[in-house]
Structure formats: structure tokens, C-alpha cells
């Protein structure tokens, strides 16, 4: 039924959960998964620092102004290396997602992606173009204010997908 499982992660503790549902799944079907990490290409192209990847600084400090006078704070050679930074901490989340679902015994055939975009529409077109047939996700269960705020990539996802998908719920807490 089942022969290509795509399992969009973002790192979080409550998403690497999600990741055994995802391994149960391949092998009670036999299918491949496809772990993907998506850098928001809003946060990428505002020049964050990425360093808000670690506890030191806050990630939104100014830097000095370049020599090349044109004026743009964060731009050139920052920018490209925190650009670089998310890239590889998005191939990090990836490979520790990956090595979790090859742990054990049966372990299913798994591939590797990190893609820059909107994350739900970098996830949907990553599905299609990789005959993805079910997406299985967490959904950090957000209600309210915040929900309405910070948006549901999973809820996104779930109304905008052709094929189906699955959501569970990845607390940090849980």
C-alpha cells in the first residue's frame, strides 16, 4: 500500500518520537522513508546569524557595517556563512533522524534531503517529486493564540496534500 514514506522533520525532541511511528510503518509495508529538514527561506533570506542554533548570543544582533559602503547591515559573507551554518544543521537533524530509523532489526532503506523554502510547500513538493505515498509528521499540538500566530506546518501540509498523511502529536514534554 505503502511504498515511500516522507518524514519531514524539524530536530525537536518531540519530532525525533514521530520517528519510530515512521519506522513500524516501512516495515509493516515494506516501504523506503525519505527524511527531509526544510530551512525556512524567510529566516534564511533575513540574514539570520544562526545563532539561535546555539545558547551564545540571540541571533539578532547587528553586525558592523560592511567596507564595501552599500550601506546593507548582515549581507555578504555573514550571510552566506549562516546560510552555510543552517545548511549543516539541517543535515545534521537529518542523519540523526536517519540513524533512529535504521536502529534495530528490519530496518527500512532510507534517503536523506535538506530543501530551502516555505516548509510546507517544500515538503509537498518534495512529496511529489519523490512519488511519495503517505507523510507522516508531528504536530506540536499548538491551540489558541499561539497557533494562530506561529501558523501549523502539519496543518498546512495535511489540507494541501495529495496523498495521505499521518500527524502525531510530538510534545517537547511528551
Do not use: C
Not at 523554502?117 to 491551540?143: C, F, Q
Amino acid at each position: 500500500m505503502y511504498q515511500t514514506i516522507l518524514y519531514p522533520t524539524d530536530g525537536s525532541e518531540g519530532a525525533a518520537t514521530v520517528a519510530d511511528h515512521v519506522r513500524e510503518l516501512a516495515t509493516a509495508f515494506g516501504a523506503s522513508v525519505h527524511v527531509l529538514y526544510v530551512i525556512d527561506s524567510q529566516a534564511a533570506d533575513f540574514g539570520l546569524s544562526g545563532a539561535f542554533l546555539t545558547d551564545e548570543g540571540t541571533g539578532m544582533g547587528a553586525d558592523p557595517a560592511p567596507d564595501d559602503d552599500s550601506g546593507m547591515v548582515g549581507e555578504g559573507a555573514d550571510a552566506e556563512a549562516a546560510r552555510s551554518a543552517l545548511a549543516d544543521r539541517g543535515a545534521e537533524i537529518v542523519e540523526a533522524a536517519a540513524a533512529r530509523l535504521r536502529d534495530g532489526e528490519s530496518a527500512p532503506e532510507v534517503h536523506t534531503a535538506v530543501e530551502t523554502g516555505t516548509p510546507h510547500s517544500a515538503i509537498l513538493e518534495y512529496a511529489d517529486a519523490n512519488g511519495v505515498d503517505l507523510v507522516v509528521m508531528g504536530t506540536h499540538g499548538r491551540t489558541g493564540v499561539e497557533r494562530y500566530l506561529l501558523g501549523s506546518v502539519a496543518e498546512k501540509v495535511v489540507r494541501l496534500s495529495d496523498v495521505p498523511v499521518l500527524t502525531v502529536r510530538a510534545d517537547e514534554d511528551a
